[in-house]
């Protein structure tokens, strides 16, 4: 781990402590014996690290959605797909980096993924601006779509985005056009549809992607209308009330399975994606299988009508204050 949240300070403490007493029997001549210490500290590292997730606040789990070592959309691509073939460009303005997808197979059967892809380093994010797409990027990905339904290719989306790109020249071609055509094209193609938030799930610029027939959530992802920070900003005129935010926005996979936004909750490994990616990676994958089955063998007219049911009956459930 190179990167601790805030509230996982005190964990960063105890594993520095047993890193460093590892480090000093390698490099000491009389090679200490150090490893019954440093099991200590190990221990006493997992018991506090199962206790600081055992119960995460709303906000908490903001964080570790976040967290820049999460695996991102290329890690699950690279993991899960085989033969991806990617495709570019909305034949209109140009490619948007904070979209990929293209042609691939998932456990030997053809499909079409699409996902934002927020980058791993200084230069990859800014080429990816940090996942948030502009309106070229929500067109690409209808047109992606209109290419699996002609050819009757299941459509899985991965999402993390902090929201749409708020930017003057993506508000002069169209941006919340562009989204609410995506939204629409997702009601629309006769081809199962499964949506995974696989870390934020930002305003409509994630409804675009995840209108679909199953919306599965990683255990300590959020789905929500606007973030924490920008509720806050609103409501009480102060971006510091995020913690007050983040519990009345009901964000939380949890909460969302229970309201019906969520139809699964993907387990993560003890401490985040962040701190198992392959583990993290392989339970999406069981996911997609699971969901995949789920759809298979419904008509065009069976998948479009579910879809639009499961999105007009949002509201029949709630939740106690």
């Known amino acids: 781990m190179t990167n601790y949240l805030d509230f996982e300070k005190p964990l960063a403490e105890i594993e520095g402590k047993a890193e460093e007493l590892r480090a000093l029997a ?13 099991g200590a500290l190990d221990r006493k590292a997992e018991a506090m690290l199962q206790d600081l997730y055992k119960s995460l606040t709303p906000w908490r789990k903001c964080q570790v959605a976040r967290h820049p070592e999460r695996p991102h959309c290329r890690d699950y691509i690279e993991a899960l797909f085989s033969e991806y073939t990617p495709l570019a460009g909305d034949r209109n303005f140009a490619d948007d980096h904070a979209v990929m997808g293209g042609l691939a197979r998932f456990n030997d059967t053809p499909v ?35 290419m699996a339904d002609n050819f009757g290719l299941p459509v899985i989306t991965l999402v993390d985005t902090p929201g749409a790109y708020p930017g003057k020249g993506a508000e002069e071609r169209g941006q919340s056009e ?24 930002g305003s409509g610029g994630a409804v ?11 255990e300590h992802s959020v ?91 949002l509201g029949s459930k709630g939740l106690a204050a």
């Open 178 to 201: 562009a989204i609410a055509r995506s939204t629409e094209k997702c009601l629309q193609i006769g081809v199962p549809l499964i949506s995974v938030v696989i870390g934020e799930g």
């Open 112 to 146: 079409m993924v699409i996902g934002h892809e927020k980058g791993n380093d200084t230069k990859s994010r800014i080429e990816r601006n940090f996942g948030m797409a502009r309106p070229e990027g929500y067109r690409k990905a209808i047109r992606l779509m209109e």
């Open 223 to 313: 789905y929500s209308v606007i973030s924490p920070e920008g509720c806050a900003s609103i409501l009480w005129k102060d971006a510091e009330k995020m913690r007050e935010a983040a519990e009345a926005l009901r964000l939380t996979a949890q909460d969302l399975l229970k309201l019906g936004v969520a139809d699964k909750v993907i387990d993560e490994p003890l401490g985040g994606a962040h701190r198992d990616a392959e583990a993290a990676i392989a339970s999406v994958g069981e996911a997609i299988k699971t969901l995949l089955a789920e759809l298979d063998g419904k008509s065009p007219e069976k998948l479009v009508k579910d879809r639009r049911k499961k999105f007009l009956d």
């Open 26 to 38: 390698r490099s000491s001549e009389d090679k200490m014996d150090v490893e019954d210490e440093a």
């Open 208 to 218: 675009a992607f995840a209108t679909a027939n199953r919306v599965a959530m990683l």
